[in-house]
């Protein structure tokens, strides 16, 4: 099982800046490639400062020119707000800057607050159509001349320009839940990424069956798919018992201010928005921190070591390190560089 890291800039205040925040993001991805991490994906995000992210592309192709091994994964572009022919041109003129590097993940899209300004108002329900119709499209055009006439887009004989480095396609992920998505992954030759979100290791085991009844039911795909799965993840010493503590408590801020952005029932204010109260989870476990314990991966390198083990039997092929969780950045680079030392070793 290789790991791989999942980045974003995070913004809670303005004390700190952009600038500022964009080195933080570097500097985590030359440390994850010097330890052994095959990834780094960064995914797509607008008008949240949480979540720091409006057009993967660009940051990629600038990690491109500070590395030299790590793949440079675009995790995950919202499939309503691509054109195709946008998509396989930019996906592969990152291809090409990084010297077939660029891996890409595609999903639905999930928060209203970013459809009703990115796509019309469309329901974010509505996205996985969007997502059906442009991975073949863009697969097509990496191929060469092709015109589409699809329910949703239509356009004449095109071609993406320029032409990835990785031939007959660079990889494609779809981001995953349902049955319904592991299949049309699956069918479609794409590989398949998950996240368990706030449920314990029993949903990795429930996607992983998902993912096992997609792959059974498409003998025709010789090469089998691959599956990631994308965790919350914080190392803490063996000398603090309670150094699970604040990892929990960050993660938890993490999951209030997703259902605030989620809910779309406020306006944020300069990019900002408050997390929910925690008062609006009383009689909710999984915001407990306890409960954020045993289902993030929280814990000291040993028992990370154990559960992902266990990942690795049921399959797993990547195990991606998700590391906003609105700690500072002095923990997430403490957090990762035991991960580094600690942790990788035991799956060289």
């Known amino acids: 099982m290789r790991f791989s890291l999942f980045v974003h800039m995070e913004r809670w205040d303005d004390s700190v800046s952009h600038q500022e925040?964009?080195?933080n993001l570097t500097e985590l991805t030359l440390m994850a490639e010097a330890g052994g991490f095959g990834t780094v994906w960064v995914g797509e995000h607008h008008s949240m400062e949480y979540t720091i992210s409006p057009n993967p592309i660009p940051t990629l192709a600038y990690l491109a020119a500070r590395t030299s091994t790590i793949r440079l994964g675009a995790g995950t572009i919202i499939a309503p707000f691509w054109n195709?022919?946008?998509?396989?041109?930019?996906?592969?003129?990152?291809?090409?800057?990084?010297?077939?590097?660029?891996?890409?993940?595609?999903?639905?899209g999930a928060?209203?607050?970013?459809?009703?300004?990115?796509?019309?108002?469309?329901?974010?329900?509505?996205?996985?159509?969007?997502?059906?119709?442009?991975?073949?499209?863009?697969?097509?055009?990496?191929?060469?001349?092709?015109?589409?006439?699809?329910?949703i887009w239509q356009f004449p004989t095109s071609t993406s320009v320029p032409k990835?480095?990785?031939?007959?396609?660079?990889?494609?992920?779809?981001?995953?839940?349902?049955?319904?998505?592991?299949?049309?992954?699956?069918?479609?030759e794409c590989n398949v990424m998950v996240t368990p979100l706030m449920k314990g290791d029993e949903e990795v085991e429930n996607l992983v069956g998902k993912f096992e009844t997609a792959v059974a039911a498409h003998p025709e795909v010789t090469k089998r798919p691959e599956l990631m799965v994308l965790r919350?993840?914080?190392?803490?010493?063996?000398?603090?018992?309670?150094?699970?503590?604040?990892a929990a408590a960050a993660i938890n801020r993490f999951y209030r201010s997703f259902d605030a952005w989620f809910g779309n029932k406020t306006t944020p204010v300069d990019g900002f928005l408050d997390p929910s109260p925690e008062s609006k989870f009383e009689?909710?476990?999984?915001?407990?921190l306890e409960s954020l314990h045993r289902t993030a991966m929280i814990g000291t390198?040993?028992?990370?070591?154990?559960?992902?083990?266990?990942?690795?039997?049921?399959?797993?092929?990547?195990?991606?390190?998700?590391?906003?969780?609105?700690?500072?950045?002095?923990?997430?680079r403490a957090s990762l560089a035991r991960f580094i030392e600690h942790v990788v070793p035991s799956f060289s």
Not at 84 to 107: F, H, K, Q, Y
């Open 21 to 23: 925040l964009f080195a």
């Open 84 to 108: 195709p022919i946008r998509a396989a041109g930019e996906c592969a003129l990152l291809d090409v800057i990084s010297n077939g590097r660029m891996e890409v993940g595609l999903a639905r």
């Open 111 to 151: 928060y209203q607050f970013e459809f009703d300004r990115m796509a019309g108002g469309l329901p974010a329900a509505d996205g996985g159509k969007h997502l059906r119709e442009l991975v073949p499209a863009m697969r097509a055009l990496w191929q060469g001349d092709y015109a589409h006439d699809g329910e």
């Open 164 to 188: 990835p480095v990785q031939q007959p396609t660079p990889p494609v992920w779809i981001a995953a839940r349902d049955p319904a998505s592991h299949d049309f992954a699956v069918a479609n």
């Open 232 to 246: 919350h993840t914080h190392v803490h010493d063996e000398s603090d018992p309670d150094g699970w503590k604040p």
């Open 283 to 288: 009689g909710r476990p999984e915001f407990e």
């Open 301 to 332: 390198p040993a028992e990370i070591i154990e559960r992902l083990k266990h990942y690795q039997s049921l399959g797993v092929d990547e195990f991606s390190f998700w590391i906003d969780n609105s700690m500072s950045h002095e923990e997430k």
